[in-house]
């Protein structure tokens, strides 16, 4: 018996309509791209795995997908290593490779490999998958797409407020409105911690921080717990979880909290500055937020770490996120070269879209015009007919089969094409054709020299 096929969890096959929506998505958020001025590279799917392993913290180093070797892997392993059962020493003895499990510490590889080529500052965008070893569920999925754009070379702050302007500038072309895009600074969650007396707990104390939104103030107190952080430095940091008010009272209420912390001080006046520069730029749309509580778990972000939130009443994760990373090149030997960056979550992007009907009705329409086949003769004056049609920028076929016209109507049908096309042997002899409208059922006569004006006609129905 024939096994019946499936595919890995947390993967998904895409129908010809949802691959137009999803390149719709795309192709906006790539405009805009190239608007502000980003060029665009392309990684492989696949690293060294010394290149991706240790840049993400112990989690995200768990979720990253391991290639095995090839050929015969276990044979070069010593019975040492092989009877230990210790897959942190077996691992990287029969996996030296590894799905990439985003695009910036890819792209901090490019830069370093190819410093000599690049004019600095470097803006780069970058839209391709990406793969995680996570438990799929609504909105997280273990391939997806990622649509990144980073500058490495610059550290004005005027960056980070450009990247704000940007996400306003794509979510406002495809009709999200009401987005909101939170802002934090990692300088503040480092002086936090260190006012509180857990600076060698910082990883634990963001990582655990960064689940608020999921897990709640309870759950996230507990787990810093379980990490080593004292009950007394949760205490400490219970201003935190109780912050509210504008972006400038917060600002004025970490500032009384990180009053003996530089590095926390100096996280307040990024923010600061960021704030403003918005401000004065303004958002078409969006609304700039300051959280606080916003840690975003990659050990990479030193400054300015943003997240973007879907419009109110729409139950998804975040759909963007980004960060400022001053030496994430330096891993690899480049030091000093600073960078910020963004990336757009196209999966949900899509769930939103198709949650809120934003998607243009245009996008089920794959096919401009069918014409139907009476036969071998009239077949080939309706290839000759179509090929004039696709010179004129129609999306035009023939149906291949001499098949009942009930059955090509149908498929016509079925495929949502605007106008069908008869040219049987009385238009033939006559030198014409007739066109249909399919959601009208007018029907109207061309000449067979007439597509300029058939093609005008259908394209004024777009």
């Not at 001025?37 to 392993?53: A, Q, V």
């Not at 691992?91 to 690049?118: C, G, W």
């Not at 608020?212 to 201003?239: F, H, R, T």
């Not at 149906?399 to 109507?409: E, I, N, R, V």
Request: charged content about 25%.
């Amino acid at each position: 018996m024939a096994q019946k096929p499936s595919i890995p969890k947390g993967t998904r096959d895409f129908s010809p309509a949802e691959v137009a929506k999803r390149n719709y998505i795309i192709q906006n958020i790539k405009k805009h791209f190239e608007t502000f001025g980003f060029m665009p590279i392309e990684t492989p799917s696949f690293e060294n795995s010394d290149t991706l392993m240790g840049k993400y913290g112990e989690e995200g180093d768990r979720l990253i997908f391991k290639i095995l070797n090839s050929g015969d892997f276990i044979s070069k392993v010593d019975d040492v290593t092989y009877s230990s059962k210790n897959s942190t020493s077996l691992t990287p003895k029969i996996s030296e490779k590894a799905l990439r499990y985003d695009l910036t510490v890819p792209f901090a590889r490019y830069v370093v490999m190819h410093q000599n080529e690049i004019d600095f500052p470097f803006k780069r965008y970058q839209i391709q998958p990406v793969w995680r070893a996570d438990r799929p569920q609504k909105g997280r999925f273990r391939e997806f797409y990622q649509c990144d754009a980073d500058v490495v070379g610059a550290n004005s702050l005027l960056q980070e407020a450009e990247f704000v302007q940007l996400y306003d500038a794509v979510f406002t072309d495809l009709g999200l409105k009401g987005t909101t895009i939170k802002i934090n600074n990692r300088k503040i969650l480092s002086g936090i911690a260190e006012v509180i007396g857990a600076k060698h707990l910082l990883v634990d104390f963001t990582v655990a921080l960064d689940k608020l939104d999921k897990i709640g103030e309870e759950k996230v107190k507990a787990e810093m717990m379980e990490k080593g952080i004292s009950e007394n430095a949760i205490a400490k940091a219970q201003s935190l979880f109780e912050m509210s008010g504008s972006a400038s009272e917060q600002l004025e209420q970490l500032k009384t909290l990180l009053t003996n912390s530089e590095v926390g001080m100096l996280g307040v006046a990024e923010l600061e500055e960021i704030i403003s520069a918005v401000g004065m730029i303004g958002l078409q749309s969006a609304q700039l937020q300051l959280d606080v509580t916003l840690a975003r778990g990659l050990n990479y972000y030193t400054g300015a770490i943003f997240e973007v939130a879907a419009p109110d009443g729409v139950s998804m994760g975040s759909i963007g996120g980004g960060g400022r990373y001053d030496d994430l090149t330096g891993i690899f030997g480049l030091k000093d070269v600073s960078g910020v960056g963004i990336s757009f979550g196209l999966d949900r992007i899509y769930l939103v879209l198709e949650e809120l009907g934003l998607f243009p009705d245009s996008l089920d329409t794959s096919l401009d015009v069918l014409c139907l086949n009476f036969g071998k003769q009239e077949g080939l004056a309706a290839l000759k007919l179509v090929s004039s049609l696709r010179q004129l920028g129609l999306r035009a076929d023939l149906y291949p089969m001499d098949a009942k016209m009930q059955k090509q109507f149908k498929y016509a049908d079925k495929r949502g094409v605007p106008y069908v096309v008869l040219l049987g042997e009385q238009e033939l002899a006559e030198g014409n054709f007739v066109a249909k409208n399919m959601k009208t059922g007018d029907q109207k006569v061309y000449g067979l020299g007439a597509f300029a004006q058939f093609a005008e006609a259908v394209k004024s129905d777009f």
